[in-house]
C-alpha cells in the first residue's frame, strides 16, 4: 500500500521492511520524507536489516536530525536569553519542548520553528526584548499584523536577522476565534521548569494542545507526525505519569478539548495501535467513529513518490479548517480583504 499506511506499517511493524525491493524501499521513504516521518523512520530502522544503499540514505537522515535538533535548543537557548528579563513563565511548545524535556516523541523528529508560550499580558514586554535581541517581522503588512493581533493565538511570526530562525511566540493554543476557548492560565500555571529556567506544559496538556492543533485548528497536514508524537507520549505517560489516563480526561475537559483528543486518539489508534482504553472507564469516547476514516483518508493522503493525493478531500479540510478558526461572515470578510489586497499587488 504507497500512502501514509505503509509508512505507519514500518514505524510500528519494522520487520515489515524485509521483503521490500527497491522500488518499495523508494515508495517507503518518499512518503516518509514527504510526511515528515523519515527521520522517525531512520531512528527505528536503526538496527534493521536493511540493503546498503537504504542504511547510507537513513545514516545521512539521523546526522542530519541530530544536527537540526541541536540548532533547535540552541535557538531556545538564545530566545531564553533574550528574555531575561522578562519576570514570567517562557514555555517551550511541539518538538523542541520534546527534545527539551527528553521525551520519547523527540527521537528522529523533525523541528522547524521555535514556538513559545507566554502570559497574554507580557506580550509587549516578550515583544519588545525580541525585537531587541534582532528579531525581525516576517509579515509587516499592516492587515496582517492587525490581524495576527486581535484574533489569532500568537503574535505575527518574527524571525532573527542574523540566524534566519523563525520565533512563533503564543498566548494560547487556540484562535481566539474558534470554538474551543482553552484555558491559557491554567497552561501556564502547570508548565513544568527545565534544568535551562524554560519550561515545558505538563504532560496532559501537552497531548491536549496536539489534539487541539490538529484537530480542532488545522487542515490535518502533517497529521500522521502529529500523530506519531501523540504515541509515543501517551506510551510514556502513562507508564511515568501517576493517574495520567484521569488526568488527561479532566484536563481535556478544562480546555474544551474533549472531542478533539478523544478523535486524536483514536486515529493515533487506528495507525499505531496507541493504547487509549484507558482514557473512558466506559469506551464511549474511544468508539471508532465512521467519520474517523475521512481523517485518516486525509492524513494518509501520499503516493510512493511522495505527492499528495486525494485532492478533493485535502480541499474539503482546507475549507474545514477556515470554518473552525472563524465564523462564516467573518470569513468572508477576511477573505475578501485578502483576496483584494492580492487582486491589488
Known amino acids: 500500500m504507497s500512502d501514509g499506511w505503509s509508512v505507519a506499517r514500518a514505524l510500528t511493524d519494522p520487520g515489515s521492511v524485509a521483503g521490500?525491493?527497491?522500488?518499495?524501499?523508494?515508495?517507503l521513504l518518499s512518503a516518509a520524507r514527504a510526511l515528515s516521518l523519515i527521520g522517525t523512520l531512520a531512528e527505528v530502522l536503526a538496527d534493521a536489516p536493511v540493503p546498503p544503499d537504504v542504511v547510507r540514505v537513513l545514516a545521512d537522515v539521523r546526522h542530519s536530525n541530530v544536527a537540526g535538533q541541536r540548532q533547535a535548543l540552541w535557538e531556545a537557548e538564545c530566545a531564553a536569553m533574550a528574555l531575561a528579563d522578562y519576570p514570567g513563565k517562557v514555555v517551550l511548545l511541539k518538538g523542541t519542548a520534546f527534545a527539551a524535556a527528553g521525551y520519547d516523541a523527540a527521537l528522529g523528529r523533525s523541528i522547524g520553528d521555535?514556538?513559545?508560550?507566554?502570559?497574554?499580558?507580557?506580550?509587549?514586554?516578550?515583544?519588545?526584548?525580541?525585537?531587541?535581541?534582532?528579531?525581525?517581522?516576517v509579515k509587516p503588512d499592516p492587515y496582517d499584523d492587525a490581524y495576527y493581533r486581535q484574533w489569532?493565538?500568537?503574535?505575527?511570526?518574527?524571525i532573527h536577522a542574523t540566524r534566519d530562525r523563525m520565533i512563533d511566540v503564543h498566548h494560547t493554543i487556540l484562535p481566539l476565534t474558534a470554538?474551543?476557548?482553552p484555558d491559557a492560565a491554567a497552561l501556564v500555571a502547570s508548565a513544568r521548569l527545565?534544568?535551562?529556567?524554560?519550561y515545558v506544559l505538563s504532560p496532559a496538556d501537552i497531548i491536549c494542545h496536539a489534539a487541539a492543533h490538529l484537530i480542532a485548528d488545522g487542515d490535518l497536514s502533517g497529521g500522521m507526525r502529529n500523530l506519531w508524537d501523540i504515541d509515543r507520549l501517551v506510551r510514556q505517560f502513562?507508564?511515568?505519569?501517576?493517574?495520567?489516563?484521569?488526568t488527561l480526561a479532566e484536563r481535556a475537559r478544562l480546555h474544551g478539548l474533549s472531542d478533539a483528543v478523544g478523535r486524536a486518539l483514536r486515529l493515533?489508534?487506528?495507525?499505531?495501535?496507541?493504547?487509549?482504553m484507558f482514557l473512558r472507564p466506559d469506551r464511549a469516547r474511544n468508539t471508532v467513529h465512521a467519520s474517523d476514516m475521512l481523517f485518516l483518508r486525509r492524513i494518509t493522503a501520499v503516493d510512493g513518490w511522495g505527492r499528495k493525493t486525494r485532492k478533493l478531500t485535502r480541499q474539503g479540510f482546507y475549507i474545514r479548517s477556515h470554518l473552525l478558526r472563524m465564523p462564516p461572515?467573518?470569513?468572508?470578510?477576511?477573505?475578501?480583504?485578502?483576496?483584494?489586497?492580492?487582486?491589488r499587488g
Not at 527545565?194 to 524554560?198: D, E, N, Q, R, V
Open 179 to 181: 470554538g474551543p476557548r
Open 238 to 246: 502513562v507508564v511515568e505519569e501517576p493517574g495520567f489516563s484521569e
Open 268 to 276: 493515533s489508534a487506528q495507525l499505531y495501535s496507541t493504547p487509549i
Open 152 to 158: 489569532m493565538h500568537e503574535l505575527p511570526p518574527l
Open 114 to 137: 521555535l514556538d513559545i508560550l507566554v502570559e497574554r499580558a507580557g506580550l509587549d514586554q516578550v515583544e519588545a526584548l525580541l525585537l531587541k535581541a534582532g528579531w525581525e517581522w
Open 329 to 343: 461572515a467573518m470569513l468572508a470578510r477576511h477573505l475578501w480583504t485578502k483576496w483584494r489586497k492580492g487582486h
Open 194 to 198: 527545565l534544568p535551562s529556567g524554560l
Open 20 to 27: 521490500l525491493d527497491p522500488t518499495g524501499w523508494t515508495h
